[in-house]
T-cell receptor, first 111, second 116 residues
Framework: KQEVTQIPAALSVPEGENLVLNCSFT??????LQWFRQDPGKGLTSLLL?????REQTSGRLNASLDKSSGRSTLYIAASQPGDSATYLC??????????FGKGTLLTVNP | NAGVTQTPKFQVLKTGQSMTLQCAQD?????MSWYRQDPGMGLRLIHY???????DQGEVPNGYNVSRSTTEDFPLRLLSAAPSQTSVYFC???????????????FGPGTRLTVL
């Protein structure tokens, strides 16, 4: 059974700092890896989707990488802003339409 | 495009009552799913559907029913509400491949349900 872990559970950084969020998964036989953002009381917003054949995806200040062999994905946020404060979740997409979520990292960016 | 919409946003039920949570999407996605999100438990899959007339159970299906009569709609029915079903419910949709993988997932805003 796939298990997805996100460490740390919470992270607090000063504005302007570059940061990395980590996601690890136990079964490397994944089809894709997706990163989401969730604001308090809101739904999940898709940030980046990396297919298993890709190494990374970029959108603005966000860059996500995928290393299937080591079972790891990272989300890099450049020049963090207070508006980036949210919970970030990763999810691995496997066979039989299974999507396995991590429990998320709560990011706080302090002005 | 409205994306994925859910109604109601909030609901309070008494134990034993039944209700239907509505979910609709306008992206012509074949794959739709329901999750519940609880503190410390993360997101757990309740039921999913890969197309009209096709549904299957997820990780925590007990106490819930689904049906899929159209591509756009995927309602979730609580048969006899219990306090353990107090949670936030999210509907999601995506494309899918013949190999059994889903594409980019799009989530609705959620329904916050309290069962007294």
């Amino acid at each position: 059974k796939q298990e997805v872990t996100q460490i740390p559970a919470a992270l607090s950084v000063p504005e302007g700092e570059n940061l990395v969020l980590n996601c690890s998964f136990t079964d490397s036989a994944i089809y894709n890896l997706q990163w989401f953002r969730q604001d308090p009381g809101k739904g999940l917003t898709s940030l980046l989707l990396i297919q298993s054949s890709q190494r990374e995806q970029t959108s603005g200040r966000l860059n996500a990488s995928l290393d299937k062999s080591s079972g790891r994905s990272t989300l890099y946020i450049a020049a963090s802003q207070p508006g980036d404060s949210a919970t970030y979740l990763c999810a691995s997409g496997g066979s039989n339409y299974k999507l396995t979520f991590g429990k998320g990292t709560l990011l706080t960016v302090n002005p | 495009n409205a994306g994925v919409t859910q109604t109601p946003k909030f609901q309070v039920l008494k134990t034993g009552q039944s209700m239907t949570l509505q979910c609709a999407q306008d992206m012509n996605h074949e794959y739709m799913s329901w999750y519940r999100q609880d503190p410390g438990m993360g997101l757990r899959l309740i039921h999913y559907s890969v197309g009209a007339g096709i549904t299957d159970q997820g990780e925590v299906p007990n106490g819930y029913n689904v049906s899929r009569s159209t591509t756009e709609d995927f309602p979730l029915r609580l048969l006899s509400a219990a306090p353990s079903q107090t949670s936030v419910y999210f509907c999601a949709s995506s494309s899918w491949t013949s190999g059994g993988a889903t594409g980019e997932q799009f989530f609705g805003p959620g329904t916050r349900l309290t069962v007294l």
